[in-house]
């Protein structure tokens, strides 16, 4: 379902269905209605990144190996991770502050705190800023949660791609 939104987000919610190739009846079943659909989806893509984060290690470890782990972590579910980062998280009205999104809040407080430890021990440049390295990262994993969906590539090699893109524009050495 998560694919289907994100590529398919103007689709109504019936059509979302076969985007999902699942029954209207089947689509009834998981979520009576879009909204509680994309809640479903947002708690379990929070689930699933809070577990991809805690297991990952960000304290601790060389951080280049850190970080191929928890890319391949988030690979394996690319359409999740894609949708949380695409339409998972709450959107601002024109005009306004964006909504607060704890769990948006948290992964970004976590991951920066992982760049910049990466930074401190030289296994990431220190003249890119932690937020730059989060959103380049971020959209390296976008990038191969679409791939994925357009090809057979599987979760290891798209961390390669991710791994060796990050890192050539990243890393030192």
């Given at each position: 379902m998560a694919r289907?939104?994100?590529?398919h987000p103007g689709a109504t919610y019936q059509d979302l269905a076969p985007h999902a190739g699942i029954s209207r009846r089947t689509l009834y079943r998981v979520a009576a209605s879009r909204e509680a659909l994309l809640d479903l989806l947002r708690q379990e893509a929070h689930l699933a990144t809070a577990r991809a984060l805690d297991a990952a290690g960000l304290a601790d470890g060389d951080p280049q190996q850190v970080l191929a782990a928890l890319t391949l972590d988030f690979l394996e579910d690319a359409a999740l991770y894609s949708f949380w980062i695409e339409e998972g998280a709450p959107r601002p009205r024109p005009g306004q502050m964006p909504?607060?999104?704890?769990?948006?809040?948290?992964?970004?407080?976590?991951?920066?705190?992982f760049f910049r430890r990466g930074q401190a021990t030289g296994a990431f440049r220190d003249d890119l800023g932690a937020d730059w390295l989060l959103r380049t990262y971020d959209a390296l994993l976008m990038a191969a949660g679409t791939l994925s969906q357009e090809s057979s590539a599987d979760p290891s090699s798209l961390r390669r791609l991710v791994m060796a893109s990050f890192i050539a524009g990243a890393g030192r050495g």
């Amino acid at each position: 379902m998560a694919r289907a939104l994100v590529d398919h987000p103007g689709a109504t919610y019936q059509d979302l269905a076969p985007h999902a190739g699942i029954s209207r009846r089947t689509l009834y079943r998981v979520a009576a209605s879009r909204e509680a659909l994309l809640d479903l989806l947002r708690q379990e893509a929070h689930l699933a990144t809070a577990r991809a984060l805690d297991a990952a290690g960000l304290a601790d470890g060389d951080p280049q190996q850190v970080l191929a782990a928890l890319t391949l972590d988030f690979l394996e579910d690319a359409a999740l991770y894609s949708f949380w980062i695409e339409e998972g998280a709450p959107r601002p009205r024109p005009g306004q502050m964006p909504p607060a999104d704890p769990v948006m809040d948290d992964y970004r407080a976590r991951m920066i705190g992982f760049f910049r430890r990466g930074q401190a021990t030289g296994a990431f440049r220190d003249d890119l800023g932690a937020d730059w390295l989060l959103r380049t990262y971020d959209a390296l994993l976008m990038a191969a949660g679409t791939l994925s969906q357009e090809s057979s590539a599987d979760p290891s090699s798209l961390r390669r791609l991710v791994m060796a893109s990050f890192i050539a524009g990243a890393g030192r050495g």
